[in-house]
C-alpha cells in the first residue's frame, strides 16, 4: 500500500523558516510528478508548488521568491524549504505525487501537515 508521510510542520513567526519533507513509500512505488497543496480554514485546497521527475518547478505566485521544491528520486521524497514566512501562510499542508509504471495515472496524498505563522 503506497503511503505519503509528511513531516516539519510547526508553529514559526513572521519572518521564520520551516522545511517540509514528504516521503512516499509502499508496493514499489515510484513517484512521477510531485507537489505541495495547502488548505487554510474554511478556504479551498490550492496549490503551492510541484515538481516533475526531471526537475522543473512550479510555483504558486504568492510563494514565489519565498519557497522552493526540490526532490530526492532515490528517496521518493519531495521537499518545501519555506522562507520569510507570512501569517497567511498558516494552513495545513498537503503533499502528492502521482505514480509511474505500474501505478501510472493514479495520485496519492499524504495526510497533512500544520504550518502556523504567528504575527
Known amino acids: 500500500q503506497v503511503q505519503l508521510v509528511e513531516s516539519g510542520g510547526g508553529l514559526v513567526q513572521a519572518g521564520g523558516s520551516l522545511r517540509l519533507s514528504c516521503a512516499a513509500s509502499g508496493g514499489g512505488f515510484s513517484a512521477n510528478g510531485m507537489g505541495w497543496y495547502r488548505q487554510a480554514p474554511g478556504k479551498q485546497r490550492e496549490l503551492v508548488a510541484t515538481?516533475?521527475?526531471?526537475?522543473?518547478?512550479n510555483y504558486a505566485d504568492s510563494v514565489k521568491g519565498r519557497f522552493t521544491i526540490s526532490r530526492d528520486n532515490a528517496k521518493n521524497t519531495v521537499y518545501l524549504q519555506m522562507y520569510n514566512l507570512k501569517p497567511e501562510d498558516t494552513a495545513v499542508y498537503y503533499c502528492n505525487a502521482d505514480g509511474l509504471g505500474d501505478y501510472y495515472g493514479l495520485i496519492y496524498w499524504g495526510q497533512g501537515t500544520q504550518v502556523t505563522v504567528s504575527s
Open positions: 515538481i516533475t521527475s526531471g526537475g522543473s518547478t
